[in-house]
């Protein structure tokens, strides 16, 4: 968990601290490969002088990795392309102290969007240090729906189990990193407990399903993948368009309305399986067996899915994943309930 811990982006901000972890590491490699050498009597194949180059050599450019890394990593954040989109959720003092912390910090990569807190009185104004209140906590569900979030800082004293509690309840349904701020508060812990948010200690509530470079990895995959798939079957999606074309006056491809990943409205395409003058865009009512609106290609197509590949267009645009769950149309219900309510 360390090593990973150690490819988080934002430790490359602080990277100095992270060069002795790094040679330890280089170290304890290095000693492996010495031992490996002596165990299979390698030593007059490999010189004590190489050992040491080799080791040297990959220590410096272990560094010259990292301190390269660290310039990408500022430069991208002082042009707002790593800024973390945080709201914070709370009020009062510890919720003052915390913004001031956030704005005077030394590190600038957080945007504050706004505060939410439950609180209608003196405690909770409409501003706290310069950052307006926005609302309700069940109003940042809303919020987050419509405004990109990466993370919610609830500040509230841990003696208010109960109050944390309600709040984290509401917004485990939210696809962010959830943080519970520590700063304000008198029980101290190890520092492994904490993690940090800047230099503000805070400890892990709940984490985005995909995050730093794991997203950075899947972006690259859902592309390549994507890529090469409509290269590999553009012949199949050829002949299909065509046949689509000859059988039945109209468009080659459908769009149609879905929510995606956080409810965001996408429209996504696929080949038309159905005729046009009696084509369903809002999936209100569900195909069955011999539908009178579905075409002769559309049954083949929809049985073999050479509809959905299309959608691979959906991917290259960001709005898919090659890997994940499928989008449902807007008005697609499941046991007399809408999708989007149901999941």
Known sequence: LNLLRAHRITTYRRVVGQFGRVLAVWLAVMAVVTVAIFFFKAGDMVSRVWLLSW??????????????????????????????????????????????????????????????????????????????????VSSLIEFARVTPVDLVIVSMPLSAEKRVLEMLTQLWVLPVDIRLSAHMSKLKFTNKAYSYVGDIAVFDMADRPISDWNLVFKWVFDKLVALTALILLSPVMLVTAIAIKLESKGPVFFTQNRHGFNNELIRIYKFRSMRTDMLDASAARLVTKDDPRVTKVGKIIRKTSIDELPQLFNVLKGELSIVGPRPHALQAKADNKLYYEAV
Not at 71 to 77: D, G, K, M, S
Not at 122 to 136: F, H, I, N, Q, T
């Open 55 to 136: 080791f040297v050599s990959g220590a410096a450019l272990l560094i010259v990795y990292r301190l390269l890394l660290r310039f990408l990593v500022q430069r991208w954040t002082d042009l707002g392309r790593l800024k973390r989109r945080t709201v914070i959720v709370g009020g009062g003092r510890d919720a003052e102290v915390l913004i001031e912390q956030i704005v005077n910090g030394a590190d600038k990569d957080i945007e504050l969007l706004g505060l939410f807190d439950d609180r209608y009185d003196e405690r909770s104004p409409d501003s706290v240090a310069g950052l307006a209140k926005l609302g309700k």
